[in-house]
């Protein structure tokens, strides 16, 4: 399979005609190898538009959502990322591609160092995966310029909005567990700017500030 010219169609028919226009996101999801995140028997299948499953019961987002968030988030050269939910380190590694330094929390231990391994192993050094709750940030390394959720809580976690900088951006799904709503929310002063964007269905945040508890973990 010729991997880059599926990446070059993902782009295009996936993303530009949905209405992507951030040049910077389009490029660096036109130069990631999304298939190399993923186990070998399904990399034929990387670039297509839905999640797929990347074990212990979580999923490697659609590419469209990766880039509707990152477009969302506005990131530049100079910002400190957080992201919580790093999975496969997928969406960890496009957001290294734009940003100066980027934490990424997983919950689940095996993820978190699978993740550690691919990513140091594509050459990246601006980036730090951390196991442990997200659902509480990273306080040790906020204020940061954005952050970005990867699975859908019931409410904003109070802790991730005190660790956005002044006009830092929070773009997290919250909803129920079948169903959210992508907000993204700007802090100003001592006062937070909430829009809300598209509908989606993230697996859920499960920690002291998400899903206390889901039936089966
Ligand atoms: N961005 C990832 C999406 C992975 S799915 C990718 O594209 O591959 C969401 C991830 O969030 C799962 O791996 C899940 O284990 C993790 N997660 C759920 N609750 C969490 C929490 N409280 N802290 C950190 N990670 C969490």
Redesign the pocket.
Known sequence: MDFSSARKSMVEYQLQARGIQDADVLRVMGKVPRHLFLPEELWNYAYEDHPLS?GWG????QPYM?AIMTELLNVRPSDKVLE????????TAILAELAHYVVS????KE?AEGAEQRLKDLGYSNIKVICG???LGYPKEAPYDAIIV??GSPEVPDSLKKQLNEGGRLVIPVGGTNLQVLLKIIKKKDDYLIEKHTSCIF?P???SE?WKRMADN
Do not use: H, M, N
């Open positions: 990347i979580q999923t490697i987002s990766v919580v939910g790093t999975g496969s380190g997928y969406q929390i997983e919950r689940i993820l709750d997200g659902s990867t699975a697996v945040l499960i920690g998400g």
